[in-house]
């Protein structure tokens, strides 16, 4: 059975750095074809795809963000990591990590976590 | 980047009710295209992969259809459970990009 949770601070100030950690069970990230990834949901608008890790630690990041983005994996504790900098409270958002399987499809979600950008 | 582009953004229909949800994309994608279920508080669900194959343990009265650039998702008769956002994935670029959501209230 797959499972993905979201953890990190449900509140940041403008220019602080922002830290998520998907902690997920049921799969290795070290199998070929699998990976991990983030997406947002900022109140009232659509889904955006943030960033995603493959199982050989190919990285790919939303161009409009890929400046700000880092996302990282510890195979070890079958954790990924996605940092963001420079936060601004245009980025106030549910973030949801999710197991990104064959045919590239998210097929498994975590619950989300709500991050507030505030001072 | 590849845009797709979701039509209607908001719909009203029956319990009962055939609704139909298009996408475009503004490139060839083939079949790469996935389609997901969005409730308020909830996970995203995905329904359909590969523009027509039903993820497991969905309901079969959901179905797509479509490749290059124009897709359906149809749904034949609306359960009250049905009633959610809907969004398009395209998965033929690494760079992935969702549509901006189909809204499907009841009437």
């Known amino acids: 059975q797959i499972t993905l949770k979201e953890s990190g601070p449900t509140l940041v100030k403008p220019t602080q750095t922002l830290t998520l950690t998907c902690s997920f069970s049921g799969f290795s990230l070290s199998t070929s074809g699998v990976g991990v990834g983030w997406i947002r949901q900022p109140p009232g608008k659509a889904l955006e795809w943030l960033a995603h890790?493959?199982?050989?630690?190919?990285?790919r990041y939303s161009p409009s963000l890929k400046s700000r983005l880092t996302i990282t994996r510890d195979t070890s504790k079958n954790q990924v990591v996605l940092t963001m900098t420079n936060m601004d409270p245009v980025d106030t958002a549910t973030y949801y990590c999710?197991?990104?399987?064959?045919?590239?499809?998210?097929?498994?979600w975590g619950q989300g976590t709500l991050v507030t950008v505030s001072s | 980047d590849i845009q797709m582009t979701q039509s209607p953004s908001s719909l009203s229909a029956s319990v009962g009710d055939r609704v139909t949800i298009t996408c475009r994309a503004s490139q060839i994608i083939g079949t790469y295209l996935n389609w997901y279920q969005h409730k308020p508080g909830t996970a995203p669900k995905l329904l359909i992969y590969?523009?027509?194959s039903l993820q497991s343990g969905v309901p079969s009265r959901f179905s797509g259809g479509g490749s290059g650039t124009d897709f359906t998702l149809t749904i034949t008769s609306l359960q009250p459970e049905d009633f959610a956002t809907y969004y398009c994935?395209?998965?033929?670029?690494?760079?992935?990009?969702f549509g901006q959501g189909t809204r499907l209230e009841i009437k």
């Open positions: 994935q395209q998965s033929f670029s690494t760079l992935i990009t």
């Open positions: 590969g523009a027509a």
């Open positions: 890790i493959y199982w050989n630690e190919d990285k």
């Open positions: 999710a197991h990104f399987g064959g045919l590239d499809r998210f097929d498994y």
